[in-house]
C-alpha cells in the first residue's frame, strides 16, 4: 500500500508541466511562476502558478490534478483562479442602504425608508407629541405614516451632536446660548423644548439649532467700544489764510 501511494504521489509531482498546459489552453498566455503543490488526499493533488492579469495582482492559478493507483499520469480535474496571501481584493459588498449617507440625495433621486423603519408609526397611531396628536384629532386629518417617540428621539441625539449642537466649536467659542436670541424660533411640538430654527441670515439661517448652540451673532452682542468716527475739533483753513495776508 505504501509503495502504490508513493507511486500516485510521484505521477502528481510530474504533472506540473500538464497544469500549465491546461491553463494556457483555459486562459491564455497569463501564467507565471510556478509557486509549488499541495495534497488534497491521496489521489488529489493542487499545482499552483502565479496569475499574470492585469487587476489581479497576488492571485494565482490552482490546477487539481487527480490520479488512480497504478496510473501511469494525472487527469486534469479543475482549473481556477483563486487569490493569494498579497491578493488585491474588492472590498466586502455593502447593500445600497447600507452605503447611502446624508447628503447623497439629489433632485430627482428617490430614496425610500427602510422595511418595517422603527422611526415611523402607522398615522392612526397617536404619536406621543400633544401637538401633533391633538390637532390632527381636532381636524381629522392624518398621514398613513407619522414620526413616532423612536423617530424624535434619534433626530433630536443627532442635532445635538452634530455641527449646531451645544458641543460644536462654535458653540464652544461663546458663552452666548440660542435660547434666549431673538433669532431663535422654537420648534412647535414636542421638540420645540430643546430646538429651534436660527433666524439670523449671517449665523446658522434656516438650520435646526440646539437650544445650547451659541454663536458671536447673538442678538445680545454688543457693539464693539469706539465703534463711529472719532470727534475732533473743526479746523477752520480761514485764519491760516488771513494771518498769511496780514504778513505780506
Given at each position: 500500500?505504501?509503495?502504490?501511494?508513493?507511486?500516485?504521489?510521484?505521477?502528481?509531482?510530474?504533472?506540473v508541466?500538464?497544469?500549465?498546459?491546461?491553463?494556457?489552453?483555459?486562459?491564455?498566455?497569463?501564467?507565471?511562476?510556478?509557486?509549488?503543490?499541495?495534497?488534497?488526499d491521496?489521489?488529489?493533488?493542487t499545482?499552483?502558478?502565479?496569475?499574470?492579469m492585469?487587476?489581479?495582482?497576488?492571485w494565482?492559478?490552482?490546477?487539481?490534478?487527480?490520479?488512480?493507483?497504478?496510473?501511469?499520469?494525472?487527469?486534469i480535474?479543475?482549473?481556477?483562479?483563486?487569490?493569494?496571501?498579497?491578493?488585491l481584493?474588492?472590498?466586502?459588498?455593502?447593500?445600497?442602504?447600507?452605503r447611502v449617507?446624508p447628503g447623497?440625495?439629489?433632485?430627482?433621486?428617490?430614496?425610500?425608508?427602510?422595511?418595517?423603519?422603527?422611526?415611523?408609526?402607522?398615522?392612526?397611531?397617536a404619536?406621543?407629541?400633544?401637538?401633533?396628536?391633538?390637532?390632527?384629532?381636532?381636524?381629522?386629518l392624518?398621514?398613513?405614516?407619522?414620526?413616532?417617540e423612536?423617530?424624535?428621539?434619534?433626530?433630536?441625539?443627532?442635532?445635538?451632536?452634530?455641527?449646531?449642537?451645544?458641543?460644536?466649536?462654535?458653540a464652544?467659542?461663546?458663552?452666548?446660548?440660542?435660547?434666549?436670541?431673538?433669532?431663535?424660533?422654537p420648534?412647535?411640538?414636542?421638540?420645540?423644548?430643546m430646538?429651534g430654527?436660527?433666524?439670523?441670515?449671517m449665523?446658522?439661517?434656516?438650520?435646526?439649532?440646539?437650544?445650547e448652540?451659541?454663536?458671536?451673532a447673538?442678538?445680545?452682542?454688543?457693539?464693539?467700544a469706539?465703534?463711529?468716527?472719532?470727534?475732533?475739533?473743526?479746523?477752520?483753513?480761514?485764519?491760516?489764510e488771513?494771518?498769511?495776508?496780514?504778513?505780506?
Amino acid at each position: 500500500m505504501e509503495e502504490m501511494t508513493e507511486a500516485v504521489t510521484a505521477v502528481l509531482d510530474s504533472a506540473v508541466e500538464q497544469a500549465r498546459e491546461a491553463i494556457l489552453e483555459f486562459s491564455g498566455d497569463t501564467v507565471g511562476e510556478y509557486l509549488g503543490v499541495g495534497y488534497d488526499d491521496a489521489n488529489a493533488a493542487t499545482h499552483r502558478f502565479l496569475a499574470n492579469m492585469p487587476g489581479y495582482c497576488g492571485w494565482q492559478w490552482a490546477v487539481v490534478v487527480a490520479a488512480h493507483p497504478g496510473a501511469d499520469h494525472a487527469t486534469i480535474s479543475e482549473v481556477v483562479l483563486v487569490p493569494g496571501p498579497t491578493a488585491l481584493l474588492a472590498p466586502r459588498w455593502v447593500p445600497w442602504h447600507e452605503r447611502v449617507r446624508p447628503g447623497d440625495l439629489g433632485p430627482g433621486d428617490l430614496l425610500a425608508p427602510p422595511r418595517d423603519d422603527p422611526r415611523l408609526v402607522p398615522g392612526h397611531v397617536a404619536t406621543g407629541d400633544p401637538a401633533i396628536d391633538d390637532v390632527a384629532l381636532e381636524l381629522g386629518l392624518g398621514r398613513r405614516q407619522v414620526l413616532g417617540e423612536s423617530g424624535r428621539a434619534d433626530a433630536a441625539q443627532r442635532w445635538h451632536d452634530g455641527d449646531y449642537g451645544p458641543q460644536s466649536p462654535m458653540a464652544r467659542s461663546t458663552r452666548r446660548v440660542c435660547r434666549d436670541c431673538a433669532f431663535y424660533l422654537p420648534l412647535a411640538g414636542a421638540l420645540g423644548w430643546m430646538f429651534g430654527v436660527c433666524a439670523n441670515e449671517m449665523s446658522a439661517d434656516g438650520h435646526v439649532v440646539d437650544a445650547e448652540y451659541g454663536c458671536g451673532a447673538h442678538s445680545d452682542t454688543p457693539a464693539p467700544a469706539g465703534s463711529g468716527s472719532p470727534a475732533y475739533e473743526p479746523y477752520d483753513d480761514g485764519v491760516l489764510e488771513l494771518l498769511e495776508s496780514q504778513q505780506n
